[in-house]
């Protein structure tokens, strides 16, 4: 009865006439930003996030939190039309996606990917619901040792499941960190790591700042030189019988979705895994599962729908690590995470308790998120079909405009936009060299917290450091940060037996 008034509650924030059209703009914005090649889900929330400060808190949330959504709905449009995933989430989507488009089943291909993003948004938020309370209540038992613990854990999770190249992911963790201390000391007030003797990073470096730097201007340098031509838009039309088929279509696919929707959410809580890899396993299992696996690559409608679950309720899923123990599921939750701290909100468990209207408003909005996305989306396909022929040069030119602006309005500091152009210029770089962003974010927006909580436990324990381990909470985080940390190197020396083994036959 208890979660059916706070349901309550949150549905009377989250229908307000404001808020109501809050979400409608932002699942609108997420999916042309979604659709556009190049752009993303934390491309399009980092650009917008200055806008934030113009509503309240409950309000901003919930608008990023809808261009999260809607952006997720939109990467499957430019998959299937243009051959380009929109983003990275929507990879495996192009794999039967735009073979369909070519053999003129592009409308079926749409209205599969809005109904399967549809179910997995929805089942994932069911489960969001009912596994969010209860997960903040365990967290309650936190303090200080705990809270680094948990922070060392998203860190090594990033190390240990962030792919091959864990030196690189280190890298980025300390330069995020690093980049974390600059200011002013967090309990002695004395200034730290101030370059060149600028006044402007006396307050540190901004969240916002680098998020648009490396996932702004950084993603456009990139794009521009990796975009050789105009790729070609295979036109799609949409009548109210081609809705209908592709409903009926749809239905026969309820045991993958279903297994694509439970799947995406549980990987998606995971600390650097996200919607990517669940869409990837999730076409995977629905392959191996098909009575014709031969299908897939050439046009199955199962490769179109199995992603697309899992890729919208991994989205979801990352929102109840975020917002249950401030540890964010994914890059695009690490911006919502700055978001909140930018805002005066502490992610974790007492945000339920002080900040309940905030965190039921924001659950409930995804109701009404998910149900606005299919319906702007299934209407506005024409409209896609059209943006997406827009000049690259004018996108791009857009864009750059927006995040100077962006960067720009909420200190009105020229430092930061300098600073934005410098992130520009290195995450460009940085993207050549293959180093991952979202270590970086995740270090610089987290860096305060494990620092604070590090220091708040050596000076209650009088510089004991074994209090890390002899706390039973902060001593499993910890075994447990251990053992991702050293996952990279078992596998290092299975990998150097199998060659050897290989080496001796």
């Known amino acids: 009865m208890e979660l059916l008034g706070h349901l309550a509650d949150g549905f009377a924030t989250s229908l307000s006439p404001l808020n109501l059209f809050i979400v409608i703009l932002g699942v609108t914005a997420g999916l042309f930003i979604g659709a556009m090649p190049g752009l993303g889900s934390v491309n399009g929330v980092a650009i917008v996030l200055p806008l934030t400060f113009i509503v309240p808190p409950s309000s901003a949330i919930i608008l990023l939190a809808a261009i999260y959504y809607g952006a997720m709905y939109g990467g499957a449009i430019s998959s299937i039309l243009l051959g380009i995933p929109g983003a990275s989430t929507a990879v495996a989507t192009t794999f039967d996606g735009r073979p369909m488009a070519q053999q003129g089943k592009a409308g079926l291909a749409l209205i599969a990917a809005a109904c399967a993003s549809f179910v997995g948004g929805t089942i994932s938020v069911v489960l969001f619901t009912l596994f969010a309370a209860p997960l903040a209540d365990v967290a309650l038992a936190f303090g200080p040792a705990e809270n680094f613990a948990l922070v060392l854990l998203a860190f090594t999770t990033f190390v240990g499941l962030g792919g091959d190249d864990v030196l690189k992911t280190i890298i980025m963790i300390c330069l995020g960190l690093a980049l974390s201390t600059v200011g002013l000391d967090l309990i002695s007030g004395q200034p730290r790591l101030i370059f060149f003797d600028q006044p402007g990073f006396y307050s540190g470096i901004s969240f916002l700042v680098l998020a648009i730097g490396i996932y702004g201007i950084g993603e456009i340098l990139y794009t521009i030189e990796t975009q050789k031509s105009a790729p070609t838009v295979t036109p799609a039309k949409l009548s109210f019988r081609e809705l209908w088929a592709g409903m009926k279509e749809i239905n026969k696919l309820w045991k993958t979705m279903s297994f694509g929707s439970i799947l995406g959410f549980f990987v998606g809580m995971l600390p650097a895994a996200g919607a990517t890899p669940a869409a990837l396993m999730s076409y995977g299992i629905a392959k191996l599962m098909s009575k014709t696996p031969e299908r897939f690559g050439k046009g199955a409608i199962e490769g179109v729908a199995a992603p ?23 890059p695009t939750t690490a911006l919502l995470l700055g978001g909140m701290v930018m805002w005066g909100l502490v992610p974790g468990p007492m945000l339920f308790i002080e900040q309940p209207d905030f965190v039921w408003g924001l659950i409930t909005s995804l109701y009404t998120a998910n149900l606005a996305a299919v319906l702007v989306n299934l209407a506005l396909i024409p409209l896609f079909v059209w ?8 996108l791009c030119s ?43 974010v995740l270090a610089l927006v987290l860096g305060p917290l494990m620092e604070k909580s590090f220091r708040q436990t050596l000076i209650a324990e009088q510089g004991n450091v074994l209090a890390f381990i002899e706390r039973p909470l902060s001593g499993t985080f910890v075994a447990i940060s251990l053992v991702f940390f050293l996952f990279p190197l078992v596998k290092y020396f299975k990998r150097g037996r199998g060659r050897a083994a290989s080496a001796a036959k």
């Open 398 to 440: 857009l864009v750059f405009v927006l995040c100077l602006v962006g960067g720009y309005a909420p200190s009105q500091k020229l430092h930061d936009v300098w600073l934005i152009v410098g992130f520009g210029v290195v995450g460009y770089v940085l993207r050549k060299a293959d180093y991952p962003m979202a270590p970086l």
């Open 387 to 394: 943006a997406l022929r827009m000049p690259f040069p004018v």
């Open 308 to 330: 697309e679950t899992a890729n919208n309720a991994a989205s979801t899923g990352s929102l109840l690590p975020m917002l249950t123990l401030g540890i964010p599921g994914s």
